[in-house]
């Protein structure tokens, strides 16, 4: 790319995403200077070790002074803070997004702070590992991965064109979709899974009859993929359950009656039940192959010992 889309990038915090983020946009050249802000000096030193940024700020107020591009890369949970906290050093016609799961709560805690003229995109890369901290980050994590944008009524067409080719420059496609809708897409798709992984592996810790050390050694039957969301970040999951708790809630009830209907196929004998429901269920996975959001590769679908970034199990 000969010329930069923004002038100076300031990412607020430094995990999977926002080092992801550095990494690509230094590789594309997507921003003539790109500046990072964290509130752990431990982190941030270590983000300037590996040189993902210009220049490196604790105070993230300082960090976004001069910006045209800032990305909110933290737990949902603490974006009003940080809203609040560089409102008032944020530059006319500057665009705010942010890379969380949930979208309903980003509105609701970010924007009685912005200042007029500053223009507030909702986003979230639906991309990620179990990974996290500055050295997790990789330049393709976004690579064939969707972006979501949800921008409010009224958004500024130029601001809101200039963030898609952002992300489409990180190697993303962009979906709009409004933030209700985002959010119970997700509470399905993302954070139910994980709950249920959560679930799963405390169950399987919470045994008297099966050993540890056998849960372990047995894991690739199937709990291997499950301890793998089950390592995501517990603050950051905690912060989405909390901000998405009426969609999670409502897709946790739909699962619960269907959980319960499998135990009634499987109590009465009811093979046509069960098959039916395991055939609809492997054509799901057969049109996400399809669909190019994960491979057929035997082995789960990656060698032992690497990750897939593939379902946003660690996406802030």
């Known amino acids: 790319m000969s010329d930069p889309q923004f002038e100076r990038l300031t990412l607020i915090g430094i995990g999977l995403i926002g080092s992801?983020?550095?990494?690509?946009a230094r590789e594309r050249q997507l921003a003539k200077e790109i500046v990072i802000s964290t509130r752990s000096q431990e982190t941030l030193n270590r983000a300037e070790e590996l040189g993902l940024?210009?220049?490196?700020?604790?105070?993230?107020?300082?960090?976004v002074e001069g910006a045209d591009l800032v990305i909110l890369c933290v737990p949902v949970g603490a974006n009003g803070a940080i809203a609040q906290w560089i409102a008032p050093s944020l530059a006319p016609g500057a665009i705010l997004t942010d890379v969380g799961s949930t979208k309903t709560s980003v509105v609701n805690d970010i924007r009685p702070h912005v200042p007029d003229g500053v223009h507030l995109i909702p986003g979230h890369p639906i991309a990620g590992t179990e990974h996290s901290g500055p050295d997790a980050g990789f330049s393709t994590l976004f690579e064939n991965r969707w972006c979501i944008l949800t921008p409010e009524a009224g958004t500024d067409e130029t601001a809101l064109e200039k963030l898609k080719e952002f992300w489409k420059a990180c190697g993303s496609t962009v979906d709009i979709m409004d933030v209700q809708h985002h959010d119970l897409v997700l509470a399905i798709v993302s954070h139910l899974p994980q709950l249920i992984a959560y679930n799963i592996v405390g169950t399987a810790d919470d045994l008297e009859t099966v050993t540890k050390s056998e849960v372990i050694k047995y894991s690739a039957s199937g709990f291997?993929?499950?301890?793998?969301?089950?390592?995501?970040?517990?603050?950051?999951?905690?912060?989405?359950?909390?901000?998405?708790k009426d969609a999670i809630l409502e897709m946790l009830a739909r699962f619960s009656e269907d959980l319960s209907a499998l135990q009634r196929a499987i109590r009465w004998g009811d093979g046509d039940s069960l098959f039916q429901l395991f055939e609809r269920t492997r054509g799901i996975r057969k049109s996400i192959i399809e669909a190019g959001q994960d491979t057929d590769a035997p082995n789960f679908g990656r060698p032992i010992g690497t990750s897939s970034a593939d379902d946003g199990s660690q996406n802030s």
């Open 224 to 244: 291997r993929d499950f301890t793998r969301l089950a390592a995501s970040d517990p603050t950051m999951w905690r912060d989405i359950c909390l901000n998405n």
């Open 53 to 63: 940024g210009d220049r490196y700020y604790l105070d993230a107020a300082e960090a």
């Open 20 to 24: 992801s983020i550095a990494h690509v």
